[in-house]
């Protein structure tokens, strides 16, 4: 997946390229930042996906100006970023942030097939939640209707990692200053229930199993 486009060139040394690095970072998260020109002007949207194989699915509002442009073939590039902690080094200059990233370029396809769209629309419920869509009602067809379908072939991707603790200048590990890092975990909290649930049913197992 490595190209000129897709080269790590600040730290170069934190550059991978292989799948099982990428998809690993993917597969760890279900928000994105997605980069496209629209009307001239460079705009960054937040939207969740789904992987499944070498695509990423994404899914909006049929009238989503951010979905109807990449329609379109506009070029973009895509961000997910995992920050794992923040790096305290002993001078101001050299703290950092321990983090996985990994960053795609392409354009993104209509998915028309209803097989494949159905079958996109259930790997990114399973992304944000595992088996929940098992749970739920399944759109019908005027919510379908409603809904617009995009993927992204996986084809020049990199990803950015740093781990490890702060690298001081030399003569700075001598200060009396406390150095480290400071692990920045993401978690699922305690369930609050809907105040219109209806009484007595229990937890669905998609989020037992979350929060277990």
Same mark, same amino acid.
């Given at each position: ?15 991978? #390229?292989?799948? !099982?690095? $990428? #998809? ?20 960054? $949207?937040?939207? $969740? ?6 695509? +990423? #699915?994404?899914? /909006? ?6 979905? @109807?442009?990449? !329609?379109?073939?506009?070029? @973009? ?7 794992? /902690?923040?790096? +305290? ?6 703290? %950092? ?6 960053? @795609? ?8 097939? !209803?097989? !494949?769209?159905?079958?996109?629309? *259930? ?18 067809? =005027? ?7 995009? *993927? +992204?072939? $996986?084809?020049?991707? %990199? ?7 702060? =690298? ?31 009484? /007595? ?12």
């Amino acid at each position: 997946m490595k190209t000129d486009k897709t080269k790590v060139k600040r730290a170069p040394q934190r550059g991978h #390229y292989d799948k !099982e690095t $990428i #998809y690993s970072i993917l597969d760890n998260d279900f928000v994105c930042q997605i980069g496209f020109v629209y009307d001239g002007y460079p705009v960054v $949207i937040p939207t $969740i996906y789904g992987r499944k194989g070498n695509y +990423l #699915y994404f899914h /909006g509002a049929s009238v989503s100006r951010m979905l @109807v442009t990449m !329609e379109e073939g506009v070029p @973009v590039s895509l961000n997910v970023t995992r920050t794992d /902690g923040i790096v +305290l080094a002993r001078s101001a200059f050299h703290h %950092s942030l321990n983090y996985h990233s990994v960053t @795609v370029f392409g354009t993104a396809v209509l998915v028309e097939d !209803e097989e !494949e769209r159905w079958n996109a629309l *259930k790997v990114i419920s399973d992304q944000v939640l595992a088996d929940r869509w098992e749970e739920v009602r399944e759109p019908n067809v =005027k919510e379908m209707k409603a809904t617009k379908v995009l *993927k +992204l072939e $996986i084809t020049e991707a %990199s990803a950015k990692i740093r781990t490890g603790p702060p =690298k001081d200048d030399k003569e700075d590990y001598d200060l009396d200053i406390w150095a480290g890092i400071l692990p920045i975990e993401k978690q699922f909290g305690k369930p609050i229930a809907d105040p219109e649930l209806k009484q /007595g049913l229990e937890l669905p197992y998609s989020v037992k199993n979350a929060i277990k």
